[in-house]
């Protein structure tokens, strides 16, 4: 426990130093919040015997003032002086995409000088992750629209795409260039924010459960392979999966809707307890 009673060179205690104290007398750092959230959705099948296989996607709003005015950006805002980062975080996404209720945990401080042309500010981002497929984001605040965006995680380039196919941004990873010339950047340096957002969740998939956050309670082995192989870039032994899935997945007796009437899985919790009636198959 600290004494407050101890004296500095000025000879003053704790209460009397604060109450000398002026804040004005130096520079302050704004300080804003971002959110990146990543939700899974089916992709249309080419055929009826097609498997159903899934995409990940971003949710991304168009800047309604300057600076990067109509430019793509991560919601998020300045925080208050009465609240915490994370709740600051929730509000935020709340005011300008109206989600709210999903999974989120800081992912990374950015705080290179000049990134914001306004002032001196530093961004504490979010990574907020949902199975939820009927999200209907809906633009508010500074937000002018709000839009799910499927992400094309290539080795040499990364490509947004709006669901509804009007707005393409794409970027060279190694020069982080707009590859379509066209002012379709995304504002700020929302693209490392971004590139750093997948990384995460390429690394926590060897470490977490972190894929069960963007699959429905009930999910095929297909699924779920699906969307491992999202988030790692690349593509997995169909027999080494399902040995190594069969440890963190308990079976049902129920079946998708599907050509092959596949058998529906769900996430057990408890997969790493060593206790054996955590495999109870479920009726």
């Not at 042309?117 to 961004?123: F, H, L």
Request: hydrophobic share 35%; aromatic share 10%; proline share 3%.
């Amino acid at each position: 426990m600290r004494d407050k009673e101890l004296r500095n060179a000025k000879g003053q205690n704790e209460q009397e130093f604060l109450e000398a104290y002026k804040p004005g007398n130096y520079e302050r750092p704004s300080v804003t919040v971002d959110i990146l959230i990543f939700s899974l959705i089916d992709k249309k099948a080419e055929t009826k015997r097609t498997v159903s296989q899934k995409e990940l996607r971003v949710l991304l709003i168009k800047r309604k003032d300057h600076p990067f005015m109509h430019c793509w950006a991560i919601p998020g805002g300045f925080v208050n002086m009465d609240e915490n980062l994370e709740t600051a975080a929730y509000r935020e996404l709340k005011e300008e995409t109206n989600v709210e209720d999903v999974y989120l945990e800081q992912l990374y401080t950015f705080g290179n000088v000049g990134r914001d042309p306004r002032m001196r500010v530093i961004s504490t981002a979010y990574l907020a992750l949902t199975s939820q497929e009927d999200i209907e984001p809906v633009a508010g605040d500074d937000a002018k629209e709000a839009k799910w965006f499927i992400v094309q995680n290539g080795e040499q380039y990364l490509k947004l795409v709006s669901e509804d196919g009007k707005d393409v941004i794409c970027y060279d990873k190694t020069t982080k260039k707009d590859s379509l010339k066209d002012g379709s950047a995304l504002a700020f340096d929302h693209l490392d924010i971004l590139l750093m957002g997948l990384d995460r969740l390429k690394n926590k998939v060897d470490y977490t459960d972190v894929a069960f956050s963007l699959l429905p309670e009930l999910f095929t082995i297909t699924e779920a392979r699906n969307v491992y192989e999202i988030l790692l870039g690349k593509q997995i032994d169909k027999a080494n999966f399902r040995r190594e899935i069969k440890k963190k997945v308990i079976e049902t007796d129920q079946y998708a809707d599907d050509y092959k009437k596949s058998q529906l899985y769900r996430f057990n919790p408890c997969w790493n307890n060593k206790k054996k009636d955590n495999y109870i198959k479920v009726k």
